[in-house]
Structures are given as structure tokens and as C-alpha cells.
């Protein structure tokens, strides 16, 4: 079997979505599926010489809406796809679905439906009748969690061909002992050995980071919260630290390297996910929080898996999404219990080696596809 992964970005640039294609890669290439990867080209710099598999870059000639815009890619997207027997479309992405429409391939297509278009007003109004032809279209719906299938617009057209494959951590990130005790020591030392919350992601209005900020001034003195991450709201949110009178007690670094990451989870206490909209549909983050045997404080989100990801006193506390007490209280809460921590903590090393090991996701995937056949 031959398949085209079809995504927007692929890694080394960042991102959920980026790291989820390149997993379903891996899977796909452990279980003997000739693969390559359709994607835009970011930032760079690459080095795809060294990849396990081709991966075509098309360059992007604007953005609109979060969207790439590339004529490449859709003129790729036509000459690849008479090659190869699956075509696997990461979805949100707009274009490839006008690729896919006009090519008209006859490979059976399989949609990875991480989200529905989110927050787009009139252009997601305008582009509804693309992404219904996608959805009857596709042979196969793969989500990574029940709630993408249930709760998503497109739920009727997923009828009879959805299957749940969860995203997993990656081997790197699910070796705590790989964390550099110095360099941990070093964190906690800069942090003055405060009781650290960390969070993690873009600065970007979804991620409902001004409400973490909120819920610093209602944690205990000794508490210090990091948000490693860059993106649009920097400034707002610096603005919003400074005006409350936070600075000591809320810091945000900027975008934190991947080698150093695992620094952060070991040195930290408590993993935070506030997220306040369906945007945010899992939190792949919240499973390597989980694999350093962190207690995880996330969002009840309406349509949104991430409190299916971090269940609610198994692997950590789930409040309700935009509300700066609640997730205080549930932050105060671990804070000041470290059997509670301990015990969520464990769950979660349980979660990441059972249902989010890489093993039970391949599988996962290898039913998935058997169903094509």
C-alpha cells in the first residue's frame, strides 16, 4: 500500500497538528506502508535528505485566515496523487480539499479530522460546501478521540466509516530519566524553589492564557506560573502581568526549545492546559505533562477532547473553560497536596503506557486502515 500524507506544516515545524502527521507516519512506516508527505513549506531551515520518507515542500505565496495559500501544492498535490492508493488529508486544511476536488483522484481518501473550522465567520460560511464534498468524499474518518466524532458539524457524514485513533507521545518525551538533573536544578534555582505551574503552547486568544494570568493573583505567595511559548498575545498578556502586579509571579520566556522542554516538565509541579474553545481539541501536551508523571489541570471544553484526554481524578482536575477561580482553586488544590499530586501523577504514567503508547496507537491505525480493504 502506498499513501501521500497530506498536511499543512510538517516538523521540524512546531506544532499539534505537525507532530500528530508525522507520528501517523511513523505508524504507518512501522507497519511496512510505503509513505510520503505533501506539506507547505515554513520557515525551515530542513534537512530532508536524512527523513524516512519523501517529503515535498511547497512553497506559500500568502496566508489568509491561518490558511497557506500555494499554487504548488495544489499543482503537487494533482501530479502525486495518480501514484499512490490512499490519500490521508489532515484536516482543517482547505486546500487540500480544493486539490482533492479537482484532481478527482480515484485513491481512497482517509480525513485525520483534528478540528472543525473554528472562528472563521464568513469564510468558514463559504467554504462549508468544500469541506461537506470532503466528508462524503473520504472512505475513512480517523479522530483522535470519540468527542471529535460526536461533536463535531460533520458528525452525519462521519456516520459508519469513524475511527478513534488517539495521538501518543513521542519516544523522546516519554523518558523523564532523560531530563538533565542539573539543568532541572538550574530551573528550580532561578525560580527561587517556588512550587512551579508550567502551561505550554502559542500565545494566541484560545489557549485562555489572560485567564491563567487571572488565576495567579489567586494562588498561594510561594507559587510562580511559567508560559513558555510565543505567538501574537506577548505583549497583551506582558501588559496584563505588569498591570496586575504579577511580574515576580508570572513569566513568560518565550518559545522554549524542544531540547529543553523536558527540563521544564521534570522541574515543575503542576502541567496547566486553560484553553477556552473548541480550537484547542486535544492537548498532545497534556500527555508528555503525563509521561514526567505530572498532575495535569485542564478545561471542560463543550465539543473538545481534551478532558477525555485528562480524565478528572485519574490523571488530573478538569474545570470549566474562561473562569480564573476555578482553576485557581484546582491549581491551590495540587499545590498543596503532594499525595494528590503523586497519585494523578501516577495515572498518567498509566494513561501514556496504555492507551497513548505508541504500540496501541499503531494498532489503532493498522484496524483503521484495515477497514479499506
Known amino acids: 500500500m502506498n499513501v501521500l500524507q497530506v498536511g499543512k506544516f510538517y516538523p521540524p515545524d512546531p506544532g499539534g497538528v505537525e507532530t500528530a502527521t508525522r507520528q501517523a507516519v511513523e505508524h504507518l512506516l512501522s507497519l511496512g506502508v510505503f509513505v510520503e508527505v505533501l506539506c507547505f513549506a515554513g520557515a525551515g531551515p530542513y534537512d530532508d535528505a536524512g527523513a524516512p520518507c519523501p517529503v515535498h515542500r511547497a512553497p506559500v505565496a500568502a496566508t489568509m485566515a491561518s490558511q497557506p495559500l500555494s499554487i504548488a501544492y495544489v499543482r503537487d498535490f494533482c501530479r502525486l496523487a495518480p501514484r499512490f492508493d490512499v490519500l490521508h488529508i489532515h484536516w482543517p486544511n482547505p486546500l487540500a480539499a480544493l486539490a482533492a476536488f479537482l484532481a478527482r483522484p480515484r485513491a481512497k481518501v482517509v480525513l485525520t479530522w483534528h478540528s472543525d473550522i473554528i472562528g472563521k465567520g464568513a469564510l468558514s460560511a463559504g467554504l462549508s460546501p468544500l469541506e461537506a464534498w470532503l466528508c462524503r468524499r473520504a472512505d475513512l474518518v480517523v ?16 456516520a459508519g466509516k469513524g475511527a478513534v485513533v488517539p495521538f501518543c507521545v513521542d519516544a523522546a518525551m516519554a523518558r523523564p530519566q532523560g531530563a538533565d538533573p542539573a539543568a532541572v536544578a538550574a530551573i528550580r534555582a532561578r525560580l527561587c524553589d517556588r512550587r512551579l505551574v508550567f502551561a505550554l503552547g502559542r500565545l494566541v486568544p484560545y489557549k485562555g492564557f489572560d485567564v491563567l494570568v487571572e488565576a495567579a493573583a489567586l494562588l498561594p505567595d510561594d507559587a510562580v506560573i511559567v508560559i513558555g511559548g510565543g505567538g501574537p498575545l506577548r505583549d497583551t498578556l506582558a501588559g496584563r502581568i505588569a498591570t496586575a502586579g504579577l511580574g515576580g509571579r508570572v513569566l513568560l520566556p518565550g518559545r522554549i526549545p524542544d531540547a529543553e522542554l523536558p527540563h521544564w516538565l521534570a522541574a515543575c509541579d503542576v502541567f496547566c492546559l486553560p484553553s477556552v474553545s473548541r480550537a484547542e481539541m486535544f492537548g498532545i501536551v497534556q500527555l508528555e505533562a503525563m509521561a514526567f508523571g505530572k498532575p495535569v489541570v485542564s478545561t471542560a471544553i463543550p465539543g473538545s477532547g481534551v478532558a477525555w484526554v485528562n480524565r478528572h481524578g485519574e490523571t488530573g482536575l478538569v474545570v470549566p473553560p474562561g473562569q480564573a477561580g476555578p482553576l485557581a482553586e484546582a491549581l491551590s488544590l495540587l499545590l498543596g497536596d503532594p499525595a494528590l499530586c ?7 504514567r498509566e494513561a501514556v503506557a496504555g492507551r497513548f503508547s505508541p504500540a496501541s496507537v499503531a494498532a489503532a491505525l493498522a484496524a483503521a486502515y484495515d477497514r479499506l480493504t
Do not use: D, M
Not at 478521540?145 to 462521519?158: D, G, T, V, Y
Not at 503523586?342 to 498518567?348: K, T
Open 143 to 158: 479522530a483522535p478521540s470519540p468527542i471529535h466524532l460526536e461533536a463535531s458539524n460533520r458528525s452525519k457524514l462521519f
Open 342 to 348: 503523586a497519585r494523578l501523577g501516577q495515572g498518567g
